[in-house]
């Protein structure tokens, strides 16, 4: 299936209920930004909705060289979290291993929910 962008936009969107995107790096620029841009459309979801979760792991207390030498798809491994076979650079497997360790961080008392609101 072939979805124009105004549509997955459109879905990404209602499925999120309004609820910030995090990424590893700024993907408001190279996703949204971009993508909109090439297509000719303005973004629908603004681009303040989404934020980068290095944030969350430097106030988790995280080492800035660590953080500069971990691609997501490695974070869980950082973290000792057990987890199914990852392949990096991989959209879903990527969000997976950023999404274990940020659960790991939390079970842990290393991140408290009230980050996500305030960073």
Known sequence: MV???????????SFSGGARFWSWGK???NMLAISCYVAGIQPSI??????????????????????AKTPSNKLADYYG????PLR???????????SYTL???????KLQPEVFDRT
């Open 88 to 98: 990096g650079h991989d959209g879903l497997d990527d969000a997976l291993s950023i």
């Open 27 to 29: 993907d408001e620029l």
């Open 46 to 67: 603004p681009a303040r909705r989404f934020d980068n979760a290095v944030k969350l792991l430097v106030a988790a207390g995280m080492p800035i060289e660590d953080l």
């Open 103 to 109: 659960q790991h961080l939390m079970r842990i008392g």
């Open 3 to 13: 979805w124009r962008l105004e549509d997955a936009l459109s879905g990404v969107d």
């Open 81 to 84: 979290v057990d987890h199914p």
